[in-house]
């Protein structure tokens, strides 16, 4: 099995992406031949700056190894290393729906508002198709809101091969069953994001404890006190599925736990679980981030791999 998936090295690391991204990365290595890519074509869509973009290719790379990637048995590259995805994306391009694309939430979320809105974010996704066809990948480890990316993949990979005979395999999304989309802390009702969220509701992974405790003792957790999940309760539901995530118990187990103690030691617990977490991903990435003649090589290798 081909596995294949991509992250953007712009905005700080949350939790919401390690749930649907680094943790599933990390399990699928386990089941394939398994490809992830920095999509630094990506995050040139809208505002940023070179040298910093840079910078956070490696941190990115870093935090990938840190999470559990194995540069034995993953191939880690950065896209813009490959030329090859700037080509797919143009070829593409003439079997992608103008229409469709339109659709797409996250282009009508991240160009709403904005002075100036680049055609690459219109764009963005037939990028995306090409990163995964190139690879005929077969499972593509996602969180929920990159579905509707997938969907056009598929319907771009069908299309072509209708046209031209039997060429792209069509790519299957893997989301956890648990943690496919968490919420933002202080507004659940939208998802966890560093360019859409709340600071104070986006956990980051290289939050120190104290910071990370501190959001969650003041997330909010709706009206009632019972521990339970439900559409009436997206923020205590939130934190059932942010435990569940960090410590692999399952969110029925966590609410009979707290069912009846109240909020307050529930949350205590909460912020326990990921300080645990994440502990020794930070240690990790300080580690891994400290050499970055180390990380440019592992890159390169990869890089050459993925050619
Ligand atoms: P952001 O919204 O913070 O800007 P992003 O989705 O635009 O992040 P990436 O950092 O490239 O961009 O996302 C990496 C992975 O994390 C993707 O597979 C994405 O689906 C997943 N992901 C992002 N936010 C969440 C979330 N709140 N819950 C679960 N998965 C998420
Ligand atoms: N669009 C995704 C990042 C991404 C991706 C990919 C994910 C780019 N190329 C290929 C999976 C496969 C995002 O915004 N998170």
Redesign the pocket.
Same mark, same amino acid.
């Given at each position: 099995m081909r596995v294949f @998936? *991509?992250?953007?090295p712009t #905005?700080a !690391?949350?939790f #919401?992406?390690y @749930? #649907? *991204?680094f943790r599933q990365y990390a399990a699928t290595q386990e089941r394939g031949e398994a490809f992830f890519c920095v999509?630094d074509l990506h995050s040139i869509t809208v505002d940023y700056d070179p040298a910093a973009l840079r910078e956070q290719t490696l941190d990115l790379a870093a935090m990938l190894f840190a999470t559990g990637l194995d540069p034995g048995r993953s191939t880690v590259f950065v896209q813009s290393h490959v030329t090859a995805h700037a080509e797919a994306a143009w070829l593409l391009s003439a079997v992608a729906s103008y229409g469709q694309l339109g659709r797409m939430t996250q282009f009508k979320d991240k160009g709403d508002g904005r002075e100036f809105v680049s055609a690459g974010l219109f764009t963005y996704p037939v990028l995306m198709a090409g990163d995964i066809l190139l690879y005929q990948a077969d499972a593509v480890p996602? *969180?929920?809101?990159?579905r509707q990316h997938l969907e056009l993949a598929r319907d771009i990979a069908e299309r072509f091969n209708a046209r031209f005979g039997e060429t792209f395999r069509e790519p299957t999304g893997i989301y956890p069953n648990v *943690?496919?989309?968490?919420?933002d802390l202080q507004e659940p009702t939208r !998802?966890? @994001?560093?360019? #859409?969220g709340t600071p104070q509701g986006t956990l980051l992974l290289l939050d120190p404890p104290d910071v990370l405790r501190k959001k969650i003792r003041s997330a909010v957790t709706d009206s009632g006190s019972e521990v339970r999940r439900g559409d009436d309760k997206p923020g205590v539901t939130t934190l059932i599925d942010i435990m569940s995530v960090a410590t692999g118990e399952t969110p029925g187990a966590i609410e009979e736990r707290y069912a009846s103690g109240g909020y307050g030691p529930f949350k205590a617990d909460v912020a326990e679980a990921v300080v645990e977490l994440l502990a020794p991903v930070q240690a990790r990435y300080a580690e891994v981030r400290s050499d970055a003649g180390e990380l440019e090589r592992l890159l390169a290798v990869g890089a050459r791999k993925a050619r």
């Amino acid at each position: 099995m081909r596995v294949f @998936s *991509g992250i953007q090295p712009t #905005g700080a !690391k949350h939790f #919401g992406n390690y @749930s #649907g *991204g680094f943790r599933q990365y990390a399990a699928t290595q386990e089941r394939g031949e398994a490809f992830f890519c920095v999509v630094d074509l990506h995050s040139i869509t809208v505002d940023y700056d070179p040298a910093a973009l840079r910078e956070q290719t490696l941190d990115l790379a870093a935090m990938l190894f840190a999470t559990g990637l194995d540069p034995g048995r993953s191939t880690v590259f950065v896209q813009s290393h490959v030329t090859a995805h700037a080509e797919a994306a143009w070829l593409l391009s003439a079997v992608a729906s103008y229409g469709q694309l339109g659709r797409m939430t996250q282009f009508k979320d991240k160009g709403d508002g904005r002075e100036f809105v680049s055609a690459g974010l219109f764009t963005y996704p037939v990028l995306m198709a090409g990163d995964i066809l190139l690879y005929q990948a077969d499972a593509v480890p996602i *969180g929920d809101d990159q579905r509707q990316h997938l969907e056009l993949a598929r319907d771009i990979a069908e299309r072509f091969n209708a046209r031209f005979g039997e060429t792209f395999r069509e790519p299957t999304g893997i989301y956890p069953n648990v *943690g496919a989309r968490i919420m933002d802390l202080q507004e659940p009702t939208r !998802k966890m @994001s560093t360019t #859409g969220g709340t600071p104070q509701g986006t956990l980051l992974l290289l939050d120190p404890p104290d910071v990370l405790r501190k959001k969650i003792r003041s997330a909010v957790t709706d009206s009632g006190s019972e521990v339970r999940r439900g559409d009436d309760k997206p923020g205590v539901t939130t934190l059932i599925d942010i435990m569940s995530v960090a410590t692999g118990e399952t969110p029925g187990a966590i609410e009979e736990r707290y069912a009846s103690g109240g909020y307050g030691p529930f949350k205590a617990d909460v912020a326990e679980a990921v300080v645990e977490l994440l502990a020794p991903v930070q240690a990790r990435y300080a580690e891994v981030r400290s050499d970055a003649g180390e990380l440019e090589r592992l890159l390169a290798v990869g890089a050459r791999k993925a050619r």
